[in-house]
């Protein structure tokens, strides 16, 4: 394994998020999105990681300077998104949301150019979405990009919803990552009990992935690991912001993978670097050591649906 992992995130967002300390507003500016979140979690639990994006626009030219890992950037016309969170009051209102502009042909094809070169030298290919209203690339790229990644020798983990969840099925992922709420609302579950997710999965695991992994907020996670079911618990921690978690546990899926691990140890990484994530304030953050340390912590029982 090379130990590194190359992840694909067609248009990062410009994140603005208003806190209070000490009784005054206290501004935090950062690059975020699905794809930025992962990309530094996987670094910080050792492996290398290259962030693959399109970037335009002035937000485009903020976050190249904040994005804080490896980055290919194709220059585009179209702006990258953004938004203004206030958290003053404890909870998260969205003050204000810019979505991203689409990709034309000739951007599209120079960041698909240059993400299947990243993806091939790393082994590991992660493909995250653009935010869930936002349409830069067709959803047809993720198919393209897991069948050719993948019958090239990568190993591809996926990290989506709705149809382009549904398109990278097509291309035959190695690892699939979905919510319980993404699983009902995409129909493929009756309902979010664990009978109904189980034939969820299965179905999901009809692309050929040797993983399908299934969080479930503060449930146990169920995955499917190379035709075996477990349920996976983690550590009991104190949640500052739930938001990030599947995202994290994502990303030590991937890592895992690029640092040599059984799908099984890297699943139990997975699970500690989400449980970490939501201890924090900041998105894919958190110590590599802590998560490690947890991952001896986290149990995956054999579940049989008697």
Same mark, same amino acid.
């Given at each position: ?27 935090? +500016? ?8 992962? =990309?530094? $979690? ?5 492996? #290398? ?14 976050? /190249?300077?904040?994005?804080? +890992? ?21 909870? /998260?209102?969205? !003050?204000? /949301? ?8 000739? #951007? ?10 990243? =993806? ?19 959803? =047809? ?22 149809? /382009?969840?549904? &398109? ?29 997710? +189980? ?11 040797? !993983? ?5 907020? *503060? ?7 190379? #035709? #075996? ?19 994290? $546990?994502? *990303? ?9 691990? =059984?799908?099984?140890? !890297? ?5 500690? &670097? ?20 947890? !991952? ?11």
């Amino acid at each position: 394994m090379t130990g590194r992992v190359a992840v694909f995130a067609p248009s990062p967002e410009l994140t603005v998020t208003v806190e209070e300390l000490d009784g005054a507003p206290d501004i935090h +500016v950062h690059a975020g999105g699905q794809g930025v979140w992962q =990309s530094r $979690m996987i670094q910080s639990l050792g492996a #290398e990681v290259v962030l693959c994006a399109a970037l335009g626009g002035e937000t485009g030219h903020v976050l /190249r300077h904040l994005i804080g +890992v490896e980055l290919k950037a194709r220059d585009v016309a179209a702006r990258n998104g953004g938004y203004v969170h206030d958290r003053r009051d404890g909870s /998260r209102d969205e !003050a204000v /949301r810019m979505p991203a502009d689409a990709l034309t042909r000739h #951007e599209l094809d120079d960041l698909y150019e240059m993400t299947l070169m990243e =993806s091939l030298n790393a082994g590991v290919a992660v493909l995250s979405g653009p935010a869930a209203d936002d349409e830069p690339v067709p959803d =047809s790229v993720y198919e393209r990009l897991a069948k050719d990644l993948g019958g090239n020798g990568c190993q591809v983990v996926v990290d989506l919803s709705g149809g /382009r969840l549904a &398109a990278a099925l097509e291309g035959g992922p190695a690892v699939v990552k979905v919510s319980h709420e993404e699983l009902v609302s995409d129909g493929l579950a009756k309902s979010d009990s664990l009978p109904d997710l +189980v034939e969820g999965v299965r179905e999901l695991a009809k692309c050929g992935a040797r !993983a399908v992994v299934v969080s479930r907020a *503060a449930e146990e996670t169920l995955a499917l690991v190379e #035709e #075996e079911f477990y349920l996976v618990e983690s550590p009991d921690l104190s949640p500052v912001d739930t938001r990030g978690g599947g995202d994290s $546990m994502t *990303a030590g899926l991937a890592a895992g993978l690029a640092l040599g691990m =059984s799908l099984k140890d !890297a699943l139990k990484l997975g699970a500690a &670097a989400g449980a970490v994530n939501i201890t924090r304030h900041g998105l894919g953050t958190g110590s590599g050591d802590v998560v490690r340390e947890l !991952a001896e912590r986290v149990t995956l029982t054999p579940w049989k649906n008697e």
